[in-house]
Protein backbone atom coordinates (compact mmCIF):
# COMPACT_ATOMS: atom_id res chain seq x y z
CA UNK A 1 0.00 0.00 0.00
CA UNK A 2 1.27 3.76 -1.00
CA UNK A 3 1.12 6.14 1.71
CA UNK A 4 -1.40 9.26 0.90
CA UNK A 5 0.98 12.19 -0.61
CA UNK A 6 0.43 16.01 -0.71
CA UNK A 7 1.33 16.54 -4.37
CA UNK A 8 2.51 20.11 -5.33
CA UNK A 9 1.55 20.58 -9.13
CA UNK A 10 3.14 23.37 -10.72
CA UNK A 11 1.41 24.87 -14.21
CA UNK A 12 -1.93 22.39 -13.32
CA UNK A 13 -3.82 24.49 -15.66
CA UNK A 14 -2.35 23.78 -18.61
CA UNK A 15 -2.76 20.99 -21.17
CA UNK A 16 -0.75 18.24 -19.14
CA UNK A 17 -0.89 19.38 -15.72
CA UNK A 18 -4.66 19.36 -15.54
CA UNK A 19 -4.92 16.07 -17.03
CA UNK A 20 -2.29 15.06 -14.60
CA UNK A 21 -4.31 15.86 -11.48
CA UNK A 22 -7.69 14.66 -12.86
CA UNK A 23 -6.12 11.57 -13.32
CA UNK A 24 -4.01 11.13 -9.97
CA UNK A 25 -7.28 11.98 -7.94
CA UNK A 26 -9.70 9.67 -9.55
CA UNK A 27 -6.69 7.12 -9.43
CA UNK A 28 -5.41 7.79 -5.91
CA UNK A 29 -9.04 8.62 -3.30
CA UNK A 30 -6.28 9.54 -0.55
CA UNK A 31 -3.52 12.30 -2.12
CA UNK A 32 -4.05 16.23 -1.85
CA UNK A 33 -2.87 18.30 -4.39
CA UNK A 34 -2.24 21.45 -4.61
CA UNK A 35 -1.90 23.66 -8.03
CA UNK A 36 -0.04 26.66 -8.41
CA UNK A 37 -0.52 28.22 -11.62
CA UNK A 38 0.27 31.61 -12.56
CA UNK A 39 -2.71 31.44 -15.31
CA UNK A 40 -0.61 32.74 -18.08
CA UNK A 41 -1.09 31.57 -21.90
CA UNK A 42 -2.22 28.04 -22.33
CA UNK A 43 -3.55 28.32 -18.23
CA UNK A 44 -7.60 27.92 -18.74
CA UNK A 45 -9.41 27.56 -15.21
CA UNK A 46 -12.50 25.30 -16.93
CA UNK A 47 -9.94 22.52 -17.40
CA UNK A 48 -10.33 21.64 -13.99
CA UNK A 49 -14.14 22.49 -13.36
CA UNK A 50 -15.24 19.83 -13.16
CA UNK A 51 -13.03 18.79 -9.96
CA UNK A 52 -12.50 22.49 -8.45
CA UNK A 53 -14.74 21.66 -5.56
CA UNK A 54 -13.18 18.74 -4.33
CA UNK A 55 -11.56 18.78 -1.19
CA UNK A 56 -8.52 17.08 -1.94
CA UNK A 57 -7.71 20.36 -4.64
CA UNK A 58 -6.65 23.16 -3.97
CA UNK A 59 -5.65 26.09 -6.46
CA UNK A 60 -3.26 28.86 -5.89
CA UNK A 61 -2.51 31.97 -8.00
CA UNK A 62 1.02 32.21 -8.22
CA UNK A 63 4.36 32.09 -10.62
CA UNK A 64 7.16 29.30 -9.78
CA UNK A 65 9.70 32.31 -9.82
CA UNK A 66 8.32 33.91 -6.69
CA UNK A 67 10.85 32.76 -4.32
CA UNK A 68 8.60 33.55 -0.96
CA UNK A 69 5.67 31.89 -2.15
CA UNK A 70 7.61 28.32 -3.42
CA UNK A 71 9.10 28.33 -0.21
CA UNK A 72 6.71 28.23 2.06
CA UNK A 73 4.26 25.97 0.05
CA UNK A 74 7.30 23.19 -0.45
CA UNK A 75 7.63 23.31 3.28
CA UNK A 76 4.60 20.46 3.96
CA UNK A 77 4.89 18.17 0.71
CA UNK A 78 6.17 15.01 -0.06
CA UNK A 79 5.91 15.77 -3.99
CA UNK A 80 6.56 18.51 -6.56
CA UNK A 81 5.89 17.89 -10.04
CA UNK A 82 7.08 21.18 -12.63
CA UNK A 83 4.70 21.33 -15.42
CA UNK A 84 4.91 25.46 -15.35
CA UNK A 85 6.60 26.39 -18.54
CA UNK A 86 6.10 29.25 -21.49
CA UNK A 87 5.63 26.50 -24.32
CA UNK A 88 4.94 27.95 -27.90
CA UNK A 89 7.97 27.41 -29.57
CA UNK A 90 6.66 30.60 -32.29
CA UNK A 91 5.84 32.82 -29.09
CA UNK A 92 9.88 31.59 -27.98
CA UNK A 93 11.09 33.03 -31.07
CA UNK A 94 9.05 36.33 -31.12
CA UNK A 95 9.71 37.29 -27.41
CA UNK A 96 12.42 34.98 -25.75
CA UNK A 97 12.91 36.36 -22.37
CA UNK A 98 9.69 35.20 -20.84
CA UNK A 99 11.10 31.90 -21.75
CA UNK A 100 13.81 32.30 -19.66
CA UNK A 101 12.16 33.34 -16.65
CA UNK A 102 9.07 30.87 -16.41
CA UNK A 103 11.70 27.81 -17.49
CA UNK A 104 14.68 28.38 -15.92
CA UNK A 105 14.61 30.88 -13.26
CA UNK A 106 11.12 28.91 -12.18
CA UNK A 107 13.20 25.67 -12.17
CA UNK A 108 16.18 27.09 -10.21
CA UNK A 109 13.38 28.71 -7.87
CA UNK A 110 11.94 25.26 -7.13
CA UNK A 111 15.56 24.07 -6.57
CA UNK A 112 16.74 26.42 -3.73
CA UNK A 113 13.69 26.05 -2.18
CA UNK A 114 13.71 22.67 -1.91
CA UNK A 115 17.37 23.02 -1.22
CA UNK A 116 17.05 25.12 2.08
CA UNK A 117 13.71 23.92 2.68
CA UNK A 118 12.85 20.14 2.37
CA UNK A 119 15.92 18.45 0.72
CA UNK A 120 14.26 14.70 1.04
CA UNK A 121 11.07 15.97 -1.19
CA UNK A 122 10.64 14.34 -4.47
CA UNK A 123 10.82 16.80 -7.61
CA UNK A 124 9.47 15.39 -10.84
CA UNK A 125 10.73 17.70 -13.65
CA UNK A 126 9.00 17.64 -16.95
CA UNK A 127 11.40 18.56 -19.65
CA UNK A 128 10.89 18.22 -23.09
CA UNK A 129 11.94 15.95 -26.19
CA UNK A 130 12.86 19.44 -27.89
CA UNK A 131 16.13 19.72 -25.38
CA UNK A 132 18.08 17.05 -27.65
CA UNK A 133 16.85 19.13 -31.10
CA UNK A 134 16.38 17.05 -34.39
CA UNK A 135 18.04 13.85 -35.91
CA UNK A 136 17.61 12.79 -39.31
CA UNK A 137 17.90 9.26 -37.93
CA UNK A 138 18.08 6.60 -35.58
CA UNK A 139 16.76 8.02 -31.95
CA UNK A 140 18.22 10.33 -28.97
CA UNK A 141 18.68 8.16 -25.79
CA UNK A 142 19.37 9.68 -22.12
CA UNK A 143 22.66 9.90 -22.66
CA UNK A 144 22.37 12.10 -25.97
CA UNK A 145 24.10 15.47 -25.97
CA UNK A 146 21.69 18.02 -25.41
CA UNK A 147 21.19 20.48 -28.32
CA UNK A 148 18.45 23.13 -28.41
CA UNK A 149 17.43 24.62 -31.48
CA UNK A 150 14.96 27.23 -30.76
CA UNK A 151 14.77 29.24 -27.15
CA UNK A 152 11.99 27.45 -26.04
CA UNK A 153 14.33 24.26 -25.67
CA UNK A 154 17.21 26.16 -24.87
CA UNK A 155 15.30 27.41 -22.08
CA UNK A 156 14.22 23.53 -21.28
CA UNK A 157 17.72 22.41 -21.90
CA UNK A 158 19.04 25.06 -19.30
CA UNK A 159 16.67 23.88 -16.53
CA UNK A 160 17.51 20.71 -16.60
CA UNK A 161 21.49 21.23 -16.30
CA UNK A 162 20.58 22.59 -12.94
CA UNK A 163 18.58 19.84 -12.16
CA UNK A 164 21.43 17.02 -12.98
CA UNK A 165 23.77 19.62 -11.23
CA UNK A 166 21.46 20.48 -7.75
CA UNK A 167 21.04 16.45 -7.75
CA UNK A 168 24.98 15.78 -7.92
CA UNK A 169 26.09 18.61 -5.53
CA UNK A 170 23.21 18.99 -3.00
CA UNK A 171 21.60 15.06 -3.32
CA UNK A 172 18.46 16.87 -4.20
CA UNK A 173 15.67 13.67 -5.03
CA UNK A 174 15.57 14.90 -8.80
CA UNK A 175 14.19 12.79 -12.06
CA UNK A 176 13.64 14.22 -15.32
CA UNK A 177 11.47 13.39 -17.80
CA UNK A 178 11.82 13.99 -21.21
CA UNK A 179 8.48 13.75 -23.50
CA UNK A 180 7.64 13.78 -27.09
CA UNK A 181 4.56 15.71 -28.77
CA UNK A 182 1.59 15.17 -26.55
CA UNK A 183 -1.90 15.43 -27.56
CA UNK A 184 -5.41 14.57 -26.17
CA UNK A 185 -7.89 16.43 -24.63
CA UNK A 186 -7.25 20.31 -23.16
CA UNK A 187 -4.73 21.04 -25.18
CA UNK A 188 -5.25 24.99 -26.21
CA UNK A 189 -6.22 25.84 -29.79
CA UNK A 190 -3.19 27.28 -30.76
CA UNK A 191 -1.39 23.75 -30.87
CA UNK A 192 -1.15 21.49 -34.34
CA UNK A 193 -4.21 18.64 -33.55
CA UNK A 194 -6.59 20.79 -31.99
CA UNK A 195 -6.18 23.67 -34.35
CA UNK A 196 -6.72 21.41 -37.29
CA UNK A 197 -9.41 19.46 -36.12
CA UNK A 198 -10.92 23.34 -35.02
CA UNK A 199 -10.93 24.82 -38.36
CA UNK A 200 -11.80 21.77 -40.33
CA UNK A 201 -14.80 21.80 -38.73
CA UNK A 202 -15.62 25.13 -40.33
CA UNK A 203 -14.07 24.17 -43.19
CA UNK A 204 -10.99 26.88 -43.19
CA UNK A 205 -8.05 26.53 -44.68
CA UNK A 206 -5.59 24.55 -42.63
CA UNK A 207 -2.27 26.00 -42.67
CA UNK A 208 0.69 23.49 -42.36
CA UNK A 209 4.98 25.06 -42.23
CA UNK A 210 6.93 24.50 -44.66
CA UNK A 211 6.25 21.34 -46.88
CA UNK A 212 4.98 19.50 -43.72
CA UNK A 213 7.54 17.47 -43.66
CA UNK A 214 8.73 17.45 -40.13
CA UNK A 215 8.39 14.46 -37.99
CA UNK A 216 6.91 14.53 -34.48
CA UNK A 217 6.72 11.42 -32.39
CA UNK A 218 3.23 11.56 -30.54
CA UNK A 219 2.20 10.31 -27.76
CA UNK A 220 -1.58 10.77 -25.92
CA UNK A 221 -1.73 12.71 -22.98
CA UNK A 222 -2.68 9.70 -20.51
CA UNK A 223 0.50 7.58 -21.27
CA UNK A 224 2.46 10.51 -20.32
CA UNK A 225 0.27 10.84 -16.90
CA UNK A 226 0.74 7.18 -16.44
CA UNK A 227 4.80 7.62 -17.18
CA UNK A 228 4.72 10.30 -14.45
CA UNK A 229 2.90 7.93 -12.02
CA UNK A 230 5.31 5.23 -12.60
CA UNK A 231 8.50 7.44 -11.92
CA UNK A 232 6.61 8.97 -9.30
CA UNK A 233 6.48 5.26 -7.60
CA UNK A 234 9.67 3.39 -9.28
CA UNK A 235 11.81 5.83 -10.51
CA UNK A 236 15.62 6.02 -9.54
CA UNK A 237 16.75 9.46 -8.62
CA UNK A 238 19.09 11.50 -10.41
CA UNK A 239 18.00 9.87 -13.81
CA UNK A 240 16.26 11.31 -17.00
CA UNK A 241 13.51 8.96 -18.61
CA UNK A 242 12.68 9.53 -22.11
CA UNK A 243 8.96 8.69 -22.48
CA UNK A 244 7.78 8.46 -26.25
CA UNK A 245 5.27 6.19 -28.15
CA UNK A 246 7.35 5.35 -31.84
CA UNK A 247 4.13 6.53 -33.56
CA UNK A 248 6.07 8.90 -35.71
CA UNK A 249 4.53 11.20 -38.46
CA UNK A 250 5.24 14.07 -40.63
CA UNK A 251 2.50 17.15 -39.80
CA UNK A 252 1.31 16.63 -43.21
CA UNK A 253 0.43 12.97 -42.43
CA UNK A 254 -1.18 13.69 -38.99
CA UNK A 255 -3.39 16.48 -40.65
CA UNK A 256 -4.51 14.40 -43.30
CA UNK A 257 -4.92 11.56 -40.45
CA UNK A 258 -7.89 14.20 -39.05
CA UNK A 259 -9.49 15.69 -42.10
CA UNK A 260 -9.99 11.47 -42.63
CA UNK A 261 -11.43 10.84 -39.50
CA UNK A 262 -13.60 14.03 -39.94
CA UNK A 263 -14.16 13.37 -43.24
CA UNK A 264 -12.89 16.56 -44.95
CA UNK A 265 -11.62 17.39 -47.85
CA UNK A 266 -7.75 17.69 -47.94
CA UNK A 267 -7.77 20.12 -50.35
CA UNK A 268 -8.38 22.46 -47.24
CA UNK A 269 -4.63 21.91 -46.71
CA UNK A 270 -2.57 25.05 -47.45
CA UNK A 271 1.47 25.50 -47.29
CA UNK A 272 2.67 28.40 -44.97
CA UNK A 273 6.05 30.28 -44.61
CA UNK A 274 8.17 27.40 -42.39
CA UNK A 275 9.28 28.57 -38.81
CA UNK A 276 13.11 29.67 -38.68
CA UNK A 277 15.40 26.96 -37.13
CA UNK A 278 12.23 24.35 -38.02
CA UNK A 279 13.63 20.94 -36.20
CA UNK A 280 13.23 18.20 -38.89
CA UNK A 281 12.46 14.92 -36.78
CA UNK A 282 12.22 13.99 -33.39
CA UNK A 283 12.92 10.88 -32.46
CA UNK A 284 13.47 9.21 -28.48
CA UNK A 285 14.48 5.65 -27.63
CA UNK A 286 12.15 5.30 -24.41
CA UNK A 287 13.91 1.86 -23.39
CA UNK A 288 14.42 3.05 -19.81
CA UNK A 289 11.68 3.18 -18.85
CA UNK A 290 9.68 0.54 -20.54
CA UNK A 291 12.00 -1.63 -18.31
CA UNK A 292 9.95 -0.17 -15.28
CA UNK A 293 7.01 -1.20 -16.94
CA UNK A 294 5.80 1.51 -19.13
CA UNK A 295 4.08 0.77 -22.20
CA UNK A 296 1.60 3.19 -23.90
CA UNK A 297 -1.63 2.16 -23.97
CA UNK A 298 -2.92 3.98 -26.68
CA UNK A 299 -2.90 3.57 -29.73
CA UNK A 300 -2.28 6.88 -32.11
CA UNK A 301 -5.22 6.30 -34.65
CA UNK A 302 -7.63 5.55 -32.22
CA UNK A 303 -6.32 8.29 -29.62
CA UNK A 304 -6.71 10.87 -32.38
CA UNK A 305 -10.10 9.97 -33.25
CA UNK A 306 -11.02 9.89 -29.51
CA UNK A 307 -9.36 13.96 -29.68
CA UNK A 308 -11.40 14.52 -32.29
CA UNK A 309 -14.50 13.42 -30.68
CA UNK A 310 -13.60 15.31 -27.71
CA UNK A 311 -13.36 18.98 -29.50
CA UNK A 312 -16.22 17.88 -31.55
CA UNK A 313 -18.16 17.63 -28.36
CA UNK A 314 -16.69 20.46 -26.09
CA UNK A 315 -16.73 23.65 -28.16
CA UNK A 316 -17.96 25.55 -24.70
CA UNK A 317 -13.89 24.32 -23.98
CA UNK A 318 -12.12 25.86 -26.93
CA UNK A 319 -14.45 28.54 -28.15
CA UNK A 320 -13.56 31.12 -25.99
CA UNK A 321 -9.84 30.52 -26.60
CA UNK A 322 -10.19 30.32 -29.85
CA UNK A 323 -8.54 33.76 -30.47
CA UNK A 324 -9.61 35.62 -34.08
CA UNK A 325 -6.51 34.29 -35.56
CA UNK A 326 -7.64 30.70 -34.98
CA UNK A 327 -10.92 30.93 -36.75
CA UNK A 328 -9.57 33.76 -39.28
CA UNK A 329 -10.62 32.55 -42.96
CA UNK A 330 -7.26 33.19 -43.96
CA UNK A 331 -4.20 30.95 -43.04
CA UNK A 332 -2.11 32.36 -41.04
CA UNK A 333 1.76 32.29 -39.50
CA UNK A 334 2.96 34.19 -36.18
CA UNK A 335 5.22 37.15 -36.91
CA UNK A 336 8.99 36.59 -35.46
N1 LIG B 1 2.56 19.61 -24.80
C1 LIG B 1 3.56 18.88 -25.23
O1 LIG B 1 3.49 18.29 -26.32
C2 LIG B 1 4.81 18.73 -24.40
C3 LIG B 1 5.78 17.81 -24.81
C4 LIG B 1 6.94 17.66 -24.03
C5 LIG B 1 7.09 18.40 -22.89
N2 LIG B 1 6.13 19.30 -22.51
C6 LIG B 1 6.34 20.05 -21.27
O2 LIG B 1 5.26 19.72 -20.41
C7 LIG B 1 4.92 20.84 -19.59
C8 LIG B 1 3.45 21.15 -19.74
O3 LIG B 1 3.16 21.41 -21.12
P1 LIG B 1 1.70 21.83 -21.59
O4 LIG B 1 1.58 21.47 -23.01
O5 LIG B 1 0.71 21.33 -20.60
O6 LIG B 1 1.81 23.42 -21.48
P2 LIG B 1 0.67 24.52 -21.34
O7 LIG B 1 1.18 25.73 -22.05
O8 LIG B 1 -0.66 23.97 -21.74
O9 LIG B 1 0.62 24.80 -19.77
C9 LIG B 1 1.66 25.42 -19.09
C10 LIG B 1 1.09 25.97 -17.80
O10 LIG B 1 2.18 26.56 -17.07
C11 LIG B 1 1.71 27.78 -16.50
N3 LIG B 1 2.86 28.65 -16.27
C12 LIG B 1 3.69 29.21 -17.19
N4 LIG B 1 4.62 29.95 -16.58
C13 LIG B 1 4.38 29.84 -15.23
C14 LIG B 1 5.01 30.38 -14.09
N5 LIG B 1 6.06 31.19 -14.20
N6 LIG B 1 4.51 30.06 -12.88
C15 LIG B 1 3.42 29.24 -12.75
N7 LIG B 1 2.77 28.73 -13.82
C16 LIG B 1 3.26 29.02 -15.05
C17 LIG B 1 0.75 28.35 -17.53
O11 LIG B 1 -0.12 29.30 -16.94
C18 LIG B 1 0.03 27.07 -18.00
O12 LIG B 1 -1.08 26.80 -17.20
C19 LIG B 1 5.82 21.98 -20.05
O13 LIG B 1 6.88 22.09 -19.14
C20 LIG B 1 6.33 21.56 -21.41
O14 LIG B 1 7.61 22.07 -21.66
C21 LIG B 1 5.00 19.48 -23.25
Not at 41 to 58: S, T, W
Request: glycine share 6%; with cysteine; net charge positive.
Amino acid sequence: MIAPLKILITGGLGFIGSNFIRYMLSEYPDYRIINLDKVGLGANQNNLKDIENDERYRFIKGSVTNCRLISSLIKNIDVIINFAAETHVDRSIANPKQFFFSNTLGVFTILEALREHNPKATFIHISTDETYGDIREGSFNEESRLKPSNPYSASKAAADMFILAYHRTYNLNTFILRPTNNFGPYQFPEKLIPKTIIRASRNLPIPIYGKGTNIRDWLYVIDTCKAIELIMHKGEPGEIYNISAGNEYSNIEVVKKILKAMDKPETLITFVEDRPGHDVRYSLDSTKIRKLGWRPQYGFEEALKDTVKWYMENEWWWKPLASKKILSPTPWRLRW
